[in-house]
């Protein structure tokens, strides 16, 4: 909703608040954003379930799953490193991909961080994968253009 305000505003010079004409409209808007917002609180909290469960299971079987982890990267010739930095330790810790997704395994961090898609490269970065965002690099890029 944020990203469509700011195109009307800053792109179109459409501001629909002001319009005496656009009263429903807005209503429709407000109705939009508070049932988002409202399917976003529950979707943060669903994955915050899922992922304390996981957690609890990773701890207990840390270093063997950390050990099954390297032992696939070696095997795949170290392509899809298992790991990506973590963004609490600043550690090549925080699991990718696959069951423990967004765990941190650096037993002195065990943060928990959701993982997508960076929208310009591709690559994993912290955030929902229903946020539209960018990682540091395409961020420090574009702020260069």
Request: charged residues 30%; hydrophobic residues 30%; proline residues 3%.
């Amino acid at each position: 909703m944020e990203l469509i305000d700011n195109f009307l505003v800053k792109e179109l010079q459409i501001n629909i608040e002001a319009s005496v004409k656009s009263l429903e409209l807005q209503k429709k808007i407000h109705t939009i954003d508070s049932i988002w917002k409202r399917i976003d609180r529950e979707r943060r909290q669903k994955w915050n379930q899922d992922i304390q469960v996981k957690l609890k299971k990773f701890q207990r079987k840390r270093d063997q799953i950390i050990k099954e982890l390297k032992s696939k990267y070696a095997a795949n010739k170290w392509v899809d490193n298992p790991f990506t930095t973590c963004p609490d330790c600043y550690q090549e810790t925080l699991i990718a991909n696959g069951e423990y997704e967004g765990i941190c395994s650096n037993s002195k961090c065990s943060s928990v961080n959701p993982l997508t898609e960076c929208s310009r490269c591709g690559g994993i970065m912290p955030g929902f994968s229903w946020e539209f965002g960018f990682c540091e690099s395409c961020s420090e890029w574009m702020r260069d253009q």
